[in-house]
């Protein structure tokens, strides 16, 4: 297993009147996070806060190129993020323990934070579909280029780590500096992740992704 210092690259925030930073996601324009009761979008190039949408945010966040997914307790809702409605609700697999959220392969990845375990979940049912164990608890989780990470937060110890999606292997990690944590996490399906700073740090921050050698 490889593992080496992460390398934040840019920190956002704080951002003015938010306490916590949860689920982070991007939808090829705006990175987008959760902070309790709403879900903001910041411009990743400026910095800027660009909108909010009043709903309960206290977890996971995703985009499946449509629509948003949020964790709100025990439930992840389906949000139309043009007008903010909620279009769907279904259970979340840890009834309330949930933490990261990610959209692939026409699913839903759940992280459940003190189970140390991520589902693979149906997003019309919430019916599980298959379940990956970790050894550490699980925060944001991601798919990048067929890759799995997911964040880790445990004690004062923090990392993103690349796991077989088979087996839950630890095959990458990127160790978090000391006092600095992970929440939410996404890929900008290029050279940098989305970390939501959790805690009362408000803040998100970008951690370059390895590069991967030429096939």
Same mark, same amino acid.
């Given at each position: ?13 704080? !951002? @003015? ?9 991007? +939808? ?5 996070? $959760?902070? *309790? ?5 910041? +411009?990743? &190039?400026?910095?800027?806060?660009? %909108? ?10 995703a985009f499946d190129g449509r629509y948003l997914y949020q964790i709100?307790? $025990? ?26 959220? &990610?959209? &692939? @392969? *026409? ?8 189970? %140390? ?19 550490? !608890? ?7 280029? *067929?890759?799995?990470?997911? *964040?880790t937060w445990e004690g004062e110890e923090s990392d993103i780590r690349?796991?077989? $999606?088979?087996t839950g292997e630890v095959l990458e990690r990127l160790e978090m ?10 890929? +900008?399906?290029?050279?940098? !992740? ?11 921050? $970008?951690? %370059?992704?390895? @590069? %991967?050698?030429?096939?």
């Amino acid at each position: 297993m490889k593992s080496t210092t992460a390398e934040i690259v840019r920190e956002y925030g704080p !951002f @003015e009147g938010v306490k916590n930073v949860g689920g982070v996601t991007y +939808d090829g324009r705006h990175v987008w996070y $959760a902070a *309790g009761d709403k879900l903001i979008a910041f +411009d990743p &190039a400026s910095g800027e806060t660009q %909108r909010s949408i009043d709903v309960a945010a206290h977890a996971g966040t995703a985009f499946d190129g449509r629509y948003l997914y949020q964790i709100a307790e $025990a439930r992840i809702h389906k949000i139309d993020p043009a007008t903010g409605h909620v279009l769907a609700t279904i259970p979340a697999p840890g009834n309330g323990g949930d933490s990261g959220l &990610a959209w &692939a @392969e *026409g699913t839903l990845w759940v992280g459940q934070h003190r189970d %140390r375990k991520i589902h693979q979940i149906d997003p019309e049912t919430g019916a599980i579909l298959r379940t990956i164990e970790s050894n550490r !608890f699980v925060t944001g989780v991601t798919w990048v280029d *067929g890759e799995l990470w997911h *964040g880790t937060w445990e004690g004062e110890e923090s990392d993103i780590r690349r796991i077989d $999606a088979s087996t839950g292997e630890v095959l990458e990690r990127l160790e978090m500096p000391p006092g600095v944590g992970v929440s939410g996490l996404e890929s +900008d399906g290029g050279d940098r !992740f989305f970390c939501g700073g959790g805690g009362k740090s408000a803040k998100v921050r $970008a951690v %370059r992704r390895p @590069e %991967r050698p030429a096939r």
